[in-house]
Nanobody, 127 residues
Framework: QLQLVESVGGLVQPGGSLRLSCSAS????????IGWFRQAPGKVREGVSC????????RYADSVKGRFSISRDNAKNTVYLQMNSLKPEDTAVYYC????????????????????WGQGTQVTVSS
């Protein structure tokens, strides 16, 4: 069974940093594009960042550009989301998703493009 597992989030002070990871169980991520999404209470799920299977293509939401960085280590079957300069408005449940890319540079910013999802991890930015 294909499963994605996000690392544990946590409570971070404004201006702080946190790194999330997304690992796969039961399959290799080598051929999958990965996206990070988040959902705050009362809001729709929004795309945060995504990376192609090769790692050559990445995308970021305007709200996180310059602060978040996505990367992948296929040898470890893991994708990372480094979050710096965190703000209270970054508070949300963060999810990683995966879809089988037809191209090594293909990315997707819409949640309905993704076939597999992790269970989500809470990130709270507060003093």
């Amino acid at each position: 069974q294909l499963q994605l597992v996000e690392s544990v989030g946590g409570l971070v002070q404004p201006g702080g940093s946190l790194r999330l990871s997304c690992s796969a169980s039961g399959f290799t991520l080598d051929y999958y594009a990965i996206g990070w999404f988040r959902q705050a209470p009362g809001k729709v799920r929004e795309g945060v960042s995504c990376i192609s299977s090769s790692g050559l293509s990445t995308r970021y939401a305007d709200s996180v550009k310059g602060r978040f960085s996505i990367s992948r280590d296929n040898a470890k079957n893991t994708v990372y989301l480094q979050m710096n300069s965190l703000k209270p408005e970054d508070t949300a449940v963060y999810y990683c998703g995966a879809f089988l890319g037809s191209s090594i540079v293909l990315v997707a910013t819409e949640a309905d493009e993704y076939d597999y999802w992790g269970q989500g991890t809470q990130v709270t930015v507060s003093s």
